[in-house]
């Protein structure tokens, strides 16, 4: 059975840090664009965060550039999201995503549709 795991939310102080983790199990995704995804209540799906296979290459949401770093440990079959500087804004359900069908970033990485395993979630609130 192929599983996405987030693990790292929480609650968080404006300002503070969070490090997520995503496990993969089942298969290896070491050849795959993994993304992280958040969803605020009301709000739509959105891309934050992708990695190509090799780590080599990012994208990064306007919104959390410069502040967000997305890191990947293939012989782990672990993605990371490290945020720093979090704003009340970046309050949301966060989720690991792997897109098995691209190894390279790409435009048709920022939709969720392109993606095919998901992780269940992990709930980051920033509080004031």
């Known amino acids: 059975q192929v599983q996405l795991v987030e693990s790292g939310g929480g609650l968080v102080q404006a300002g503070g840090s969070l490090r997520l983790s995503c496990a993969a199990s089942?298969?290896?995704?070491?050849?795959?664009?993994m993304g992280w995804f958040r969803q605020a209540p009301g709000k739509e799906r959105d891309l934050v965060a992708a990695?190509?296979?090799?780590?080599?290459?990012?994208y990064y949401a306007d919104s959390v550039k410069g502040r967000y770093t997305i890191s990947r440990d293939n012989a782990k079959n672990t993605v990371y999201l490290r945020m720093n500087s979090l704003k009340l804004e970046d309050t949301a359900v966060y989720y690991c995503a792997a897109d098995t069908s691209r190894a390279y970033v790409s435009l048709d990485s920022k939709w969720p549709g392109s993606y095919n395993y998901w992780g269940q979630g992990t709930q980051v609130t920033v509080s004031s």
């Open positions: 990695i190509n296979w090799s780590g080599g290459s990012t």
């Open positions: 089942g298969r290896t995704f070491s050849d795959s664009v």
